[in-house]
């Protein structure tokens, strides 16, 4: 289990670290006034436009980071995914029909669909979940850790898989449906492309996948095309071709978008830019549910943090409520619960912090006169630099001097070799886990090999409890992890994000193109209002 450790840290890193190339705008087809929508295309093109570039060649089992998934979700299919258009953290058929899991959560059998089809007119069978499973582990991508378990893989007849796992994981089905999850590949593909690197090569512009779109031309930082596959076994988008430029800045893209040069814009926008667009008539905007939060982790290496009296002092003197009012509005909420939203059926594992600012201040009228406090955010990251620098705000008038400091992610992530050498506090403006199961969530936050446990806040009860929940998939030792680990102080759960997507108002179909798994659309989903 732990080798999500390094391959959580790894997706982040890159996401982040993503470079901005430049995109010269397309020619003013919009012709909209101030008020007036613009118009659908005539010529069956959807564009989404994409801020940065991709970061990494959109080879499902190397892809580890944000931008490329709407490449990645749209020309290849796993076996499940989380369902559309809810907020609950469900699995949903895709290339399996149905699944039996045993009662000790170590063989899963999957039922395939009939009548699917690799772009390559190959025909989907059993025998490609092996493939897919095998390529996986051996190009050690960023996600290979959600097959490392698979002991393996049987297929009695064409239509039927048996995965069995070296050792009981009721997460399983979490690690599939995620959108860094394995997908089916054409093994005739990979076997005609292999080369001399498991057609990693061949798969930078190209796809071997079964889904609704194939790739049609790549212009690696600059812009995808992705053709529609009209063989393909679901719905058939009335879009026959879907454009992803890459554009440098929020601006141009805004631009292009405000024109009519671009059809949607999926989670990519600053809350900045919320007051534009969230109440015009001319515009859709709409805020999906996601896994993601905002977060606050404290460093109990550090002198001032040292004590679990001081850390929970200081967590309650956030005022959530207003924080995340103030600063990331109606893309997020208050979270109430220790898990993201969902995980846990209920809400059973409540997040039992209560704003009460007098509790610091009376701990601060103790402190020595020039304590200091450093609050770190990611370089870039908006939201958190805001929130940072607010909270940096109230200490100040409590006699402590705190400042809000930037650092380059390269350094976020190497504070656990020597957490003394990271900030006191750390504001986390949206991070989340690869999928919708607690393990998925407290491995990576609490454990201090998880990847974003940046300063190594560690209990190893917690680590033993998230280890037995995932065996068993027993909800009340999740729970049961998350108090103890709240009761550190170590870590407080500020936020539910939500995916903002800007559309316009022609465009149709966008919650039942999301899921709380993706900050991406399922573009055969989408279609023209009518």
Not at 63 to 90: H, R
Not at 159 to 185: C, I, Q, R, W
Request: aromatic letters at 10%.
């Amino acid at each position: 289990m732990s080798l999500s450790t390094l391959r959580r840290r790894t997706r982040i890193a890159l996401a982040a670290a993503a470079v901005l190339p430049l995109f010269a705008l397309a020619a003013c087809s919009g012709t909209g006034s101030a008020t007036t929508a613009n118009a659908a295309p005539t010529n069956g093109t959807l564009t989404v436009g994409l801020l940065g570039d991709i970061g990494q060649p959109p080879d499902p089992d190397i892809y580890y980071a944000n931008n490329g998934l709407a490449i990645v979700l749209n020309t290849y299919e796993g076996l499940v995914q989380y369902a559309n258009d809810t907020d609950a953290v469900k699995i949903a058929p895709r290339l399996a029909t149905s699944w039996d899991v045993s009662g000790d959560n170590t063989t899963y059998t999957f039922h395939l669909r009939k009548g699917v089809t690799f772009h390559d007119g190959t025909p989907f069978t059993s025998a490609a979940v092996k493939v897919a499973f095998d390529r996986r582990i051996a190009v050690k991508g960023g996600a290979a850790y959600m097959v490392q378990g698979v002991k393996s893989v049987q297929t009695p007849d064409d239509l039927t898989a048996v995965v069995t796992l070296d050792a009981p994981n009721s997460a399983f089905l979490d690690y599939l449906a995620s959108p860094f999850g394995p997908k089916m590949e054409s093994p005739t593909a990979l076997r005609e492309h292999a080369g001399s690197d498991d057609a990693q090569t061949w798969l930078q512009t190209h796809d071997a996948g079964t889904g609704a779109y194939a790739i049609n031309a790549a212009d690696p930082g600059t812009s995808w095309t992705l053709k529609r596959y009209d063989q393909y076994w679901g719905t058939k988008s009335p879009f026959t071709t879907v454009k992803l430029p890459i554009y440098s800045d929020v601006s141009a893209l805004q631009l292009a978008f405000d024109r009519g040069d671009v059809s949607a814009v999926v989670a990519a926008l600053p809350s900045s830019s919320l007051s534009k667009y969230e109440d015009s008539t001319k515009y859709a905007s709409y805020m999906l549910p996601t896994l993601q939060s905002a977060l606050v982790t404290l460093n109990p290496s550090r002198e001032f943090f040292a004590s679990k009296e001081a850390r929970l002092a200081f967590l309650q003197s956030i005022d959530q409520e207003s924080l995340v009012k103030q600063v990331l509005g109606s893309r997020s909420e208050p979270a109430t619960t220790l898990y993201a939203k969902g995980m846990i059926p209920g809400g059973k594992d409540e997040q039992e912090l209560r704003y009460k600012p007098s509790v610091l201040k009376a701990y601060a009228a103790g402190l020595a006169k020039g304590t200091t406090m450093t609050i770190g955010y990611a370089s870039g990251n908006t939201n958190a630099q805001q929130m940072a620098a607010i909270q940096a705000a109230k200490l100040q008038a409590l006699g402590i001097t705190a400042t809000a400091k930037s650092y380059p992610t390269s350094q976020v992530f190497g504070w656990i070799n020597d957490p003394s050498s990271g900030p006191d506090a750390f504001f986390d403006g949206n991070n989340g886990p690869d999928g919708g199961s607690p393990y998925m969530w407290g491995h990576v936050f609490w454990d201090k090999s998880g990847g974003i446990n940046y300063f190594g806040c560690d209990v190893p009860s917690v680590d033993e409890k998230l280890n037995q929940a995932v065996a068993t998939g027993d909800d009340d030792l999740y729970v049961a992890a998350a108090k103890e680990y709240a009761a550190t102080g170590c870590y407080y759960n500020l936020s539910y994000n939500k995916d903002w997507v800007l559309a316009q108002k022609w465009l149709a179909g966008v919650p039942g193109a999301h899921n709380i798994g993706a900050n991406e659309l399922d573009f055969s989903k989408l279609s023209i209002k009518k």
